[in-house]
């Protein structure tokens, strides 16, 4: 937990928030607690990339939820 106590917040940046963003959310919400919050955002929309979904699912976790979002909402 930060300091201030309040969560630990992670943003992940990537060019179109469709494949490599939402996947690290989803390890990090996997592997983080309430202490920490990860978001991801990207440079341009995108839809989440079905390929993404697949593989994350294969490791135990969805990323169907997770939507794409433009940098400019942060």
């Given amino acids: 937990m930060a300091t201030n106590g309040k969560p630990l917040r992670i943003l992940v940046?990537?060019?179109r928030d469709s494949c490599r963003g939402p996947m690290a959310v989803g390890f990090l919400r996997?592997?983080?607690s309430e202490?920490?919050?990860a978001e991801s955002?990207?440079?341009e929309g995108g839809a989440v990339e079905p390929?993404?979904?697949r593989v994350m699912?294969?490791?135990g976790l969805d990323v169907a939820t997770?939507?794409?979002r433009l940098g400019?909402?942060?």
């Fill in 13 to 15: 940046v990537s060019e």
């Fill in 30 to 32: 996997a592997l983080g």
């Fill in 35 to 37: 202490e920490a919050r």
């Fill in 41 to 43: 955002a990207g440079l």
């Fill in 51 to 53: 390929a993404a979904v």
């Fill in 57 to 59: 699912a294969e490791a």
């Fill in 66 to 68: 997770v939507h794409a």
């Fill in 72 to 74: 400019e909402a942060w």
